[in-house]
């Protein structure tokens, strides 16, 4: 039997208290749990048996995924370079289509969650308009959705105290740093106020001070905003410093072999976390658990996708 979870509830507890790991890092490995949530949560995305397969079958790149991300909750998806964990978002986001399967994002189907701009998504291109300035950049989705000017400026000037960027509001891409780039294509994301964040590793072209610089902004901007996070990234300390828990892809066909939790973690300060030996021990079990998916190519476990709570 896995241990007890204790979540970190829906987003990160960021307090004074000194650094402490409140769990170990657990294993969900019964299938009765494939469904089990804590009374009253509410999805934010539901995968069930979901696969793809391209050019008329003769690639399998995704098979039996079946996964739930409750609302608030950070998920990481990690795994080998190939194994399906980018396309695997992409459906999520509407941008390609299983070949089997089911995918519901806040109760809808894909194409509608789509419609409706239930999810912001980013890059690890930031994917920015140089010939507009940083409020203009945060402001297109709502200038593209019919939205006034005066709301537009509202709601920019709201992302860019969130995001630290005030005084660059009229500054252009070009004369910003790549994290600062990102931190405003965060804040496009953002924009319509999105329960959910779709994010393909984001920070993997940074340096690493900027990364885990901009991995700590991340928790802030989701604990201020109560977004779910679906993340892809092929880190597994960022994997494990950002998620309530981490889903291990096996390669292609890419399925899920284990789903880890991290617990949570209470932090005077991101160092105390980086620093502190639970955190090289749980680097150390998703480690592990991603090296034995990676013996179990085409055979899925039995705990795919299984939900920890």
């Known amino acids: 039997m896995p241990g007890p979870v204790f979540p970190r509830g ?44 391209y050019s008329a079958g003769a690639v399998n790149a995704l098979q039996d995924v079946t996964l739930r991300v ?23 986001a509407d941008l390609e289509h299983p070949s089997a399967g089911t995918v519901v994002v806040h109760g809808k189907t894909a194409r509608q969650a789509r419609l409706d701009q239930d999810y912001g998504i980013a890059f690890q291109q930031a994917g920015l308009l140089d010939w507009r300035t940083v ?42 740093s790549g ?3 990102q931190r405003v294509a965060i804040a496009r994301a953002l924009a319509r106020k999105p329960p959910l964040l779709l994010m393909d590793e984001p920070f993997g072209a940074l340096d690493e001070m900027t990364r885990e610089r901009m991995q700590g902004e991340l ?4 604990e201020d905003t ?21 889903a291990v892809m096996s ?42 998916g990676h013996g179990r190519v085409g055979t899925p476990k039995r705990t795919a996708g299984q939900d920890l709570r």
């Open 251 to 292: 390669p292609r066909p890419g399925h899920l072999t284990a789903v880890l939790s991290t617990g949570g973690w209470d932090r005077d300060t991101d160092d105390d976390v980086r620093s502190s030996d639970e955190f090289f021990t749980a680097v150390a079990e998703v480690r592990a658990a991603l090296h034995e």
């Open 135 to 176: 409020q203009e950049n945060i402001e297109l989705p709502l200038q593209l959705h019919g939205v006034g000017k005066r709301e537009r400026r509202a709601r920019s000037a709201e992302l860019l105290e969130i995001t630290g960027l005030t005084d660059f509001a009229r500054r252009f891409p070009a004369e910003l």
């Open 10 to 53: 829906p987003r990160g507890e960021f307090n004074s208290a000194p650094f402490v790991r409140r769990c170990p890092v657990t294993v969900e490995t019964s299938d009765a749990a494939q469904d089990a949530a804590p009374a009253g949560t509410v999805s934010a995305i539901e995968l069930r048996g979901v696969g793809k397969k």
């Open 226 to 246: 109560g977004a779910a996070v679906l993340f892809v990234t092929h880190s597994i300390p960022e994997a494990v410093f950002l998620s309530d828990r981490v």
């Open 70 to 92: 409750i609302a608030g909750e950070f998920v990481s998806l990690i795994g080998p370079s190939g194994c399906g964990k980018s396309t695997l978002l992409r459906i999520v």
């Open 219 to 222: 928790l802030r901007i989701a």
């Open 179 to 181: 994290g600062m780039q």
